[in-house]
Nanobody, 121 residues
Framework: VQLQASGGGLVQAGGSLRLSCAASGRTASTYVMGWFRQAPGKEREFVAAIKSGETTLYAVSVKGRSTISRDNAKNTVYLQMNSLKPEDTAVYYC????????????????WGQGTQVTVSS
């Protein structure tokens, strides 16, 4: 299983970015797909997750500003982030799990390489 995250970049506060996670070796529509992030000097934290049937889960910090979605034909999961804040600056990782949407990182067994998101004030 390989997960390829992309779409990060430098954006001004208030701007938007769409992150993509292309999955190979695992059907994104039947597994849990999640996004996590790690800011400098901080632990990695949950951002959002989605499973078949459109069950979604968001961290409080991004709820209302972010949308996780999936394109089954492309086996790709997206994270649309709007109204970005400097505190959203982090390396964003996509991950895949077998069971249910959860914030618990231990429930995700495959991880992508990360994509940098930098939000300037």
């Amino acid at each position: 299983v390989q997960l390829q995250a992309s779409g990060g970049g430098l954006v001004q506060a208030g701007g938007s970015l769409r992150l993509s996670c292309a999955a190979s070796g695992r059907t994104a529509s039947t597994y849990v797909m999640g996004w996590f992030r790690q800011a400098p000097g901080k632990e990695r934290e949950f951002v959002a997750a989605i499973k078949s049937g459109e069950t979604t889960l968001y961290a409080v910090s991004v709820k209302g500003r972010s949308t996780i979605s999936r394109d089954n034909a492309k086996n790709t999961v997206y994270l649309q982030m709007n109204s970005l804040k400097p505190e959203d600056t982090a390396v964003y990782y996509c991950a895949s799990g077998r069971h249910f949407v959860t914030t618990n990182q231990k429930m995700y067994d495959y991880w992508g390489q990360g994509t940098q998101v930098t939000v300037s004030s």
